[in-house]
């Protein structure tokens, strides 16, 4: 079946730096994947929807400049949050559109980033 | 807009006890409804379905019914166990390729 494998699962990161999540297709290849935030008692809010070779679309009130996607290969998406801000601290989520398998979705494990 | 809310938690049952999650939905047309659940450190993985009005998902003693006309999916099971322990979401598709979450309920189930 489809995997998706999400590193780290935790990070504790200084404000103004920058952590670089990553989302890996292990055994299959994915030309669509999602990136989802929560933020505590709220829902999975889907940030972008990125496509191997072009650019994330990302969703309204979502800052591109620093939230960088980018989705090279058919197999790794990465989430920059640039110039993090406690603000920022939230759980994050992948996800990759897989026809086929759990009926189109396959998630990441996700990322709890904490910012101090 | 599209949305769903869910029954906040965190739940905390016995083992063998009966498990209701509510969850409801707003959307236009016709979603497809979902519930996820999440075991500790892993990611989230599709529960049950149900795509039309008056279908019932069900997988691993879970039930799910989509209602039209309360526009309600509750999840449901007769007899939970500490297997059970996770978070659960409700989730539905309006068409497109998006999902829409509610906020997940942790259950917790006691020996």
């Known amino acids: 079946g489809a995997v998706v494998s999400q590193h780290p699962s935790w990070v504790i990161c200084k404000s103004g730096t920058s952590v670089k999540i990553e989302c890996r297709s292990l055994?299959?290849?994915?030309?669509?994947m999602f990136w989802y935030r929560q933020f505590p008692k709220q829902s999975l809010m889907l940030m972008a929807t990125?496509?191997?070779?072009?650019?994330?679309?990302?969703e309204q009130g979502v800052e591109k400049d620093k939230f960088l996607i980018n989705h090279a290969s058919l197999t790794l998406s990465t989430l920059t949050v640039t110039s993090a801000h406690p603000e920022d601290s939230s759980f994050y989520i992948c996800?990759?559109?897989?026809?086929?398998?759990?009926?189109?979705?396959?998630f990441g494990s996700g990322t709890r980033l904490t910012v101090v | 807009g599209d949305s769903v809310t869910q029954m906040e938690g965190p739940v905390t049952l016995s083992e063998e006890a009966f498990l209701t999650i509510n969850c409801t939905y707003t959307?236009?047309?016709?979603?497809?409804l979902f519930w996820y659940v999440q075991y500790p450190g892993e990611g989230l993985q599709l529960l049950l379905k149900?795509?039309?009005?008056?279908d019932k998902g069900s997988n691993k003693g879970f039930e799910a019914t989509y209602r039209k006309e309360t526009t309600s999916f509750h999840l449901e099971k007769g007899s939970v166990q500490v297997s059970d322990s996770a978070v659960y979401f409700c989730?539905?598709?309006?068409?497109?390729?998006?999902?829409?979450f509610g906020t997940g309920t942790r259950l917790t189930v006691i020996p």
């Open positions: 996800s990759a559109l897989t026809p086929g398998h759990n009926y189109g979705y396959t």
């Open positions: 055994d299959f290849q994915a030309t669509t």
């Open positions: 990125s496509n191997e070779g072009s650019k994330a679309t990302y």
């Open positions: 959307a236009t047309g016709y979603p497809s």
């Open positions: 149900a795509t039309k009005a008056d």
């Open positions: 989730a539905l598709r309006p068409g497109a390729n998006n999902l829409f």
